[in-house]
């Protein structure tokens, strides 16, 4: 089966294989063979999913922690996942899981209790969200740790912690991964923002700050939850002006809604949680859809055009309210053309 689908895509162009990769989620690489065995490993490791699927996925911190769980994915077709509120939450570590922790000294400020309280906390995270009988996870997504601080020289105190929670989550659910038979399978998939970030919106844009992206997936979460065309449903009893309040009031009515403290709280962890899950839920189906099209012997451009252009309707709006500049090719060329023109064309 392998070799065969190796056949198949070694007759596209590089170009069309680096679009596949990025539909996909998966990282584009130079050479052409590469991106082959990426899409070839992509789609054996789908296969072996069953029909619905549950995502956890993980936006680190310690005490700013969001997860979202995404259950019973349905990644064969086009039905949506459900955002259900109760499986959408913000914790702070110390608050959830620091009392039951037993220092060995008097100093917590110690090396041997400062060490030991973060692998407390990790532990209980996992015991706690990651391993649940009653619904284990087929996919876990964390989101990967930078080491320095807005490319700074130094590594900041509070980025090293949270860089060395990551690890120590993996490190949890790996022991308890070879004592679990239920757990074997599971896959644990590091991804960081820009990566998310690309999958959703860069890659269709002309190179946006910094700065401005964060303001982009927050515009971004908020367009689609006043959309029927959202890549998930949820039941969220929103205001008919919701679509007309500021950011800052739509994200205390949201806080409201989860049951989260209003004051000095943001949304953006909340959101890029989500954002994380969704990214691996369109990737898996867009790989399914692909395992289907190549054994029927289909056409891998006509299958980029048109995830091209349904991604692109996910996205206009945030585009069109942000005056972006819009890529001809979103995958490799920098030629831009404007967002109404795109926008016409599709």
């Not at 209790?113 to 391993?131: C, G, M, W």
């Not at 030629?335 to 795109?342: P, Q």
Request: glycine residues 2%; contains cysteine.
């Amino acid at each position: 089966m392998s070799i065969n689908y190796q056949r198949q895509l070694s007759k596209y162009t590089n170009d069309v294989l680096s679009q596949v990769c990025t539909a996909c989620g998966l990282t584009v690489k130079p050479r052409k063979q590469d991106k082959i065995d990426a899409i070839t490993n992509g789609m054996q490791r789908v296969a072996n999913l069953p029909n619905k699927i549950n995502v956890l996925a993980i936006d680190v911190g310690v005490k700013n922690l969001s997860y979202c769980r995404l259950s019973h994915i349905n990644i064969k077709g086009d039905k949506r996942p459900t955002l259900d509120i109760n499986k959408w939450k913000k914790i702070d570590l110390h608050e959830q899981y620091g009392s039951t922790y037993r220092p060995l000294t008097n100093d917590m400020t110690s090396l041997v209790d400062s060490k030991r309280y973060l692998s407390h906390l990790a532990f209980e995270l996992v015991n706690d969200i990651v391993i649940r009988q009653d619904e284990s996870p087929h996919v876990i997504v964390i989101e990967n740790q930078r080491t320095r601080s807005n490319q700074l020289l130094s590594t900041l105190p509070n980025v090293l912690l949270n860089y060395t929670l990551e690890n120590m989550v993996y490190s949890t659910f790996w022991t308890l991964q070879q004592q679990r038979s239920c757990l074997k399978d599971t896959v644990v998939t590091p991804m960081n923002a820009s990566k998310m970030t690309h999958f959703w919106i860069n890659r269709f844009i002309d190179s946006p700050k910094n700065s401005q992206t964060k303001k982009l997936r927050i515009e971004l979460f908020f367009n689609w939850l006043c959309s029927n065309n959202a890549p998930f449903l949820h039941s969220f009893v929103l205001p008919e002006n919701f679509g007309d309040l500021s950011t800052l009031n739509k994200s205390k009515y949201l806080l409201n809604q989860l049951g989260l403290p209003i004051v000095n709280n943001k949304i953006d962890d909340l959101v890029d949680s989500l954002l994380y899950g969704l990214t691996i839920y369109k990737s898996l189906q867009n790989q399914h859809s692909l395992l289907e099209l190549l054994d029927c012997n289909g056409d891998l451009s006509t299958f980029v055009e048109d995830r091209s252009k349904e991604h692109f309707k996910l996205i206009q709006k945030v585009i069109i309210q942000n005056k972006l500049e819009v890529l001809n090719k979103p995958s490799r060329t920098t030629k831009k053309i404007s967002e109404v023109s795109r926008i016409s064309k599709l």
